[in-house]
DNA sequence: TTGTAGGCGTTATCAT
DNA sequence: ATGATAACGCCTACAA
């Protein structure tokens, strides 16, 4: 069994054509039952494969999904299985890249997938990306596009998303029936729509609320913990210091627990803390931390979904926005009061 | 800028032959300077692409390697970038798949991946396999296999893994060192090399300092949290209970932590731990957890590495086994005495 | 230095 | 119902 059969070989030990073998591999129309029933048997006996670099060069269809991610996270991992399992079922295969949350990479990879010959693709843009070209060049070649999770609105096309402004919003009015009056809001690079839609979520939980917006307790900085860590720091050496920290993720709300912590404060007693995703790791932490969590298996599965939607049908390309809801999860670092019923 | 163009547009319009203008694409030897010249020059206007199909289905290699993993947690996804980084730089694509740690799975992605006609594999084997033949099959067909991180004694390949022995050695002598008496293993499935292998360094350690080893401190069970938590609670409810718990995965030391805090126990004066893999969570974790840290990255590089290698020269397989050294990280949950120095 | 032709494995068109 | 042939895009003897 060294090099895989094909159908030249099958059709010679039949004594019949290439084209007849391919019928009948097909279970095609017109074809004798007794001829189809030999190359069965043979193709079976022969452990015949297609040959999927044949297959995709004919009919110009790789049956592949270029899918870009920033990085391969607790909740990106998640959705990529989300999308691979979608994916396989409907008979595509998916490749992965990260961009690291770079933009340079993000158009590497963009590349590397399309002389892949991908049949479309799947993305997330990174944190960096403040140009689009080169998904828009995508869209230009008549490939599906369709982005996930961090959708921005630079980009047109068919998207699916948690209501990142709903996410903002649960959290922050949590804070404030928790009785926090000063309320801070960690934020991610300002260009990142996901970030500025939780912000958005929370000045309308303010608004709601009659709060005042400060400017001074609304901080944009990178989407890691360091930064966080040390963007806290400042907050809290403030004057008139916030007695509670929205963070737009979890990676972020661990480095402001970790400054909390730092500077001897205590939570929930001293000072809020709600941050978004609810990776496993919220709960694990002292206290634990409250945050937003959202269906990103589902989100995945959603994703792909809507890509081979897309894919079949277009020319009615819609746009569809998919919008999931998320999430609060309340844990320590947030309840003050004492849980109502 | 519909169509991507191919050598056809670009003889037709140069009016010279297919074969002229492959040839001078890859600045071959014999091709007159100037039109190689005009070649060039239109196949950047035309903005050319080779087809990656037709050169696979040509010269019967897609410079693919197809990634088998367990799954994607914070240790592989750095190894995978590891594996990604060294391929891209050589002219690989990567095509990753998680196996869920399911066995079917496995067998599954591995046919996938074929089919796909990837030029080899770079593999992790799921905890639940236990047969090899259908990665046995992918070398029969003489394509080259490297395993990685979980090796196994099953499979005769050429692999890169860390020196899991040492690093259940360092982790038990260290509690040794810190004064604990009865030191327990939750180690992960029976049937997991890399598991054996960590206890074969914990069953050393205590060799070495003349612990009697006790069947009853050392604990089979799953590689997760959950079921380290529940085997945890059997540990400390015996009579006479263990006073320090090495774990061979980080995983599970947070199912061991939380029992160990259920019980009220303090670490690290009533009950020593040590956990293995250094995963960010043990250090924000209450208290700490020490950990055996491997690098991760480094080690997915040298998979692909080696990978290349074996590639290149098929005929001496020398079944190259790469070993890279794990360092043990000491924390909270497992100092007891004051540092020295 | 350049062109012609055959082939990689498959399918589709057109005959037979 | 089956076969011959061209084509997908590329490479490579071989011929010119």
Known sequence: MEKPATIKDIAKRLNISLSTVSRALRNASDVNPDTKKAVMALSEELNYQPNK?????????????????????????????????????????????????????????????????????????SSESKSFDH?????????PVVVFDRVTPHLTAPSVRIDNEEGGF???????????????????????????????????????????KDPALIVHCDFNQDYAYFAT????????????????????????MLAIKKKGLRMPEDIGLVGFNNEPVTSLVTPTISSVDMPSFELGKAAAKLFIETMHNKENMDLEEKVLKPKLIIRESSQKLPTKK
Do not use: W
Not at 102 to 125: A, H, Y
Not at 233 to 256: N, V, Y
């Open 53 to 125: 670099l044949a297959l995709s060069l004919r009919q110009k269809q790789t049956h592949t999904i270029g899918v870009i991610v920033p990085n391969l996270d607790y909740v990106l991992s998640l959705m990529v299985r989300g999308i691979d399992e979608v994916a396989l079922e409907a008979g595509f295969t998916v490749m992965v890249c990260q961009s690291n949350e770079s933009f340079g990479r993000e158009i590497l990879n963009t590349r590397r997938l399309l002389e892949s010959l991908v049949d479309g693709f799947i993305i997330s843009v």
């Open 135 to 143: 998904f828009k060049k995508i869209q230009e070649r008549n490939l």
């Open 170 to 212: 649960v959290a922050t009015e949590h804070l404030i029936e928790q009785g926090y009056k000063r309320i801070a809001v960690l934020a991610g690079p300002e260009n990142l729509g996901v970030s500025n839609s939780r912000m958005d979520g929370y000045l309308n939980a303010l608004k709601k609320h009659k709060i005042k």
């Open 233 to 256: 720091l400042e907050l809290l050496a403030m004057k008139k210091r916030p007695d509670a920290i929205f963070t737009i993720s979890d990676r972020m709300a661990i480095g402001a």
